[in-house]
């Protein structure tokens, strides 16, 4: 069964890092896009950043630009989101996500999703 797992999240202040990580299993991932998106507490779920399946093409949300990176593994089954320079409102519940193309993340309709890892930045 494929399956993503994102794990990484945790508690930071503001101005501090932290990296995400996404492990694909069940099925081959390295032809898919790959990427990341949020869900804030009473706010809905909203595109964070994607990688192509080659891992050449990148694209941000604006609110990101600058401090995030995303990037894919050697196998191409794993993609990160390094976080630099957090801030409070990047508070929020990541989920990691895959499709077919980077049109499927970009317009949220990934086929898989991860359960979702917590990020919690204090001011």
């Known amino acids: 069964q494929a399956q993503l797992v994102d794990t990484g999240g945790g508690m930071v202040q503001a101005g501090g890092s932290l990296r995400l990580s996404c492990a694909a299993s069940?099925?081959?991932?390295?032809?898919?896009?790959m990427g990341w998106f949020r869900r804030a507490p009473g706010k809905e779920r909203e595109f964070v950043a994607r990688?192509?399946?080659?891992?050449?093409?990148?694209r941000y949300a604006d609110s990101v630009k600058g401090r995030f990176t995303i990037s894919r593994g050697n196998a191409r089954n794993t993609v990160y989101l390094q976080m630099n320079s957090l801030k409070p409102e990047d508070t929020a519940v990541y989920y990691c996500?895959?499709?077919?193309?980077?049109?499927?993340?970009?317009?949220?309709?990934?086929?898989?999703w991860g359960q979702g890892t917590q990020v919690t930045v204090s001011s």
């Open positions: 996500a895959a499709g077919p193309s980077t049109g499927y993340l970009e317009l949220g309709q990934p086929n898989y």
């Open positions: 069940g099925r081959t991932f390295s032809n898919y896009a």
């Open positions: 990688i192509s399946a080659s891992g050449i093409s990148t």
